[in-house]
């Protein structure tokens, strides 16, 4: 496939913004059994409106990806039978949640409007967090399954599209909350950072399950068409002389992505390094060094291994109407 | 229940590319809007088309057969391409199985192309649409034309009659009986989208010529043939 800029950055930014809400409301619950010292209200404002900014900033780069984005409305009504649909909506949802969780804080709503089991106080800001990280794994699952869902794209259809998407969202969310505390100064930093760590570590073996699945699919294994069940003829030796086109068409330019395998392999390991080693050497040594803007480098170096990890999960994954385009593979 | 598909016969097929021509031309003309093309009559040409033919050669040489292949929407029973489209400008018609593209309501999202394993959807990069074969919806509803035209542009232009369109719902339906009497097959029926379209396959076509017929034994005035035979006649030197 063609990995399109605008869908990276849709499914990279709305991903870490996600984290980011998880990462604040874990925090704001470990606080409230005491296992972390309280933040206040600052922080969670703060956080909030960086996690609403990047989801307005996946929204925006979503936009480019629309040939009529005047339309997009209009994608918000097939929600029973389309996962884009399902995503559309749950989007926004997202957005409002975080920025009225933020709001909740910035307002001073802790307050709590009665107690669990006599101990535990149930603010508003709680219960809107509740709903904002049940919103937050909806979202996670809508994104993944726009790509898990089609099953042509066998390299997408898999339970590990959504692991990975769920887990890069919160790895890189919690890399970006302890960056955050770490240019703060608070004692989150470790909290975060270990999280993030656990996460990215997570993310490592789902990942690189996909990328195992991915490479037995290249060798043909599990691959349901061939070029004869694409034509129809029975015969060993089938090649293509003529697609139809002298200077391609759609399906010559949005069904590949045009670069060698070479530059396909380099990218794989410079996503390796990008997103899963440097990132946990960084947190590890902004811990040892209490460093005030490792821990941020950590998110930025992940960030950015995100975006070609994004870029290579699109250009692996090869679709059945190539075969009708051999020519240009 | 009526679903309208073509059979395209590709032991007849000559790859002339006259269904593409058509094809193009009608439906550009149409009341959607004309079809994009860039540079058409410079390098890289390019262009949203609702039908190819592409060429393939099969077998090693010498021993080849080329098969010209158009390829268009099929159509399918259960298109995957309908159930994805967040704003449902994709759909198929109810009273004849046509699948369609709402070009008012599409926003150009590409996703219905990616859960076609066809191919069969192209962009309109100037009018920012999908689209797709509509077996030429705008002739074949239209009462006002002769019946014998209510077909589709490609069916019409095509000069070996090797496209057939039909109601393949319809047992008795000349493009039913063509499936069910000379092969028809869908393609990819590995995914379950159950093509309406159907290709019917290669035939072998071997003449066999025994000596007889070549010098014709049972032939009264044989023995009055003067011609000294050298062995490299053809069937016309001889036969009369």
Same mark, same amino acid.
């Given at each position: ?48 409106? =960086? ?69 535990? +106080?149930?603010? +508003? ?25 089609? #099953? ?6 898999? #339970? ?9 969202? =919160? ?148 679709? #059945? ?9 | ?8 016969? /590709? ?10 021509? *058509? !094809? ?49 929407? /099929?159509? !399918? ?57 509509? /077996? !030429? ?38 493009? *039913? ?19 309406? @379209? ?11 010529? @025994? ?30």
């Amino acid at each position: 496939m063609h990995p399109a800029l605008s869908v990276i950055f849709l499914t990279t930014l709305i991903g870490a913004g996600q984290g980011l809400f998880l990462a604040l409301y874990t925090g704001q619950v470990y606080a409230l059994a005491n296992l972390l010292p309280a933040q206040g209200a600052g922080f969670y404002v703060g956080g909030s409106l =960086i996690a609403l900014a990047l989801l307005v900033g996946g929204l925006i780069a979503s936009f480019f990806h629309l040939g009529r984005p005047e339309r997009a409305w209009r994608a918000a009504t097939r929600w029973r039978t389309s996962w884009l649909s399902r995503e559309v909506l749950v989007l926004p949802l997202v957005m409002a949640l975080v920025a009225a969780y933020g709001l909740a804080h910035y307002l001073g709503w802790t307050a709590p409007l009665f107690s669990l089991a006599g101990t535990l +106080p149930i603010t +508003p800001t709680l219960i809107i967090g509740l709903f904002g990280t049940l919103a937050v794994f909806a979202l996670f699952l809508c994104t993944a399954m726009i790509y898990a869902a089609v #099953p042509f794209l066998e390299e997408w259809h898999s #339970p590990l599209t959504v692991a990975n998407f769920t887990l890069f969202g =919160i790895a890189s969310g919690f890399l970006l909350a302890a960056g955050y505390s770490a240019w703060l100064g608070n004692q989150l930093v470790a909290f975060f950072g270990t999280w993030g760590v656990i996460a990215t570590l997570l993310a490592l073996v789902t990942r690189l399950g996909a990328l195992a699945r991915n490479r037995s699919l290249a060798r043909g294994k599990g691959r349901k068409s061939t070029v004869q069940s694409a034509i129809g003829v029975r015969h060993s030796a089938v090649v293509q002389k003529a697609q139809g086109a002298t200077g391609g068409s759609f399906n010559t330019r949005e069904f590949f992505h045009g670069r060698s395998p070479g530059t396909l392999k380099v990218l794989r390991n410079l996503f390796l390094l990008l997103v899963f080693v440097l990132p946990v050497a960084l947190v590890a040594l902004g811990y040892v060094l209490e460093s005030a803007t490792l821990p941020l480098a950590a998110f930025a170096v992940q960030y950015l291994g995100l975006l070609i990890e994004r870029w290579y999960f699109f250009a692996e994954a090869t679709h #059945p109407q190539n075969l009708y385009y051999s020519g240009v593979s | 229940m009526t679903q309208l598909a073509l059979v395209i016969d /590709l032991n007849v097929c000559v790859g002339c590319h006259a269904c593409v021509t *058509s !094809c193009k031309q009608w439906n550009t003309s149409g009341w959607a809007g004309p079809l994009v093309d860039k540079n058409p009559y410079d390098a890289e040409p390019t262009g949203t088309f609702f039908n190819r033919v592409q060429t393939f050669e099969v077998g090693t040489f010498p021993l080849t057969e080329t098969v010209h292949f158009p390829k268009s929407c /099929l159509h !399918c029973e259960d298109p995957p391409c309908v159930p994805v489209c967040p704003t449902g400008a994709s759909y198929k018609r109810p009273d004849n199985g046509v699948v369609l593209v709402d070009y008012d309501k599409c926003i150009g999202c590409k996703y219905c192309s990616w859960a076609c394993p066809y191919g069969a959807r192209e962009i309109d990069e100037q009018q920012r649409v999908m689209k797709k074969c509509t /077996l !030429c919806i705008d002739r074949i509803i239209d009462l006002a034309l002769p019946e014998r035209e209510r077909k589709p542009a490609c069916v019409l232009a095509c000069p070996t009659s090797a496209r057939l369109f039909g109601d393949v719902h319809d047992p008795n339906s000349e493009v *039913s009986v063509a499936i069910r009497e000379r092969g028809g097959y869908q393609l990819m029926p590995e995914w379950g989208t159950r093509p309406s @379209n159907h290709y019917l396959p290669r035939r072998r076509t071997a003449l066999h010529i @025994n000596e007889d017929e070549l010098v014709r034994a049972d032939n009264p005035l044989r023995r009055e043939d003067l011609t000294t035979y050298t062995g490299e006649e053809a069937l016309d030197d001889v036969a009369w």
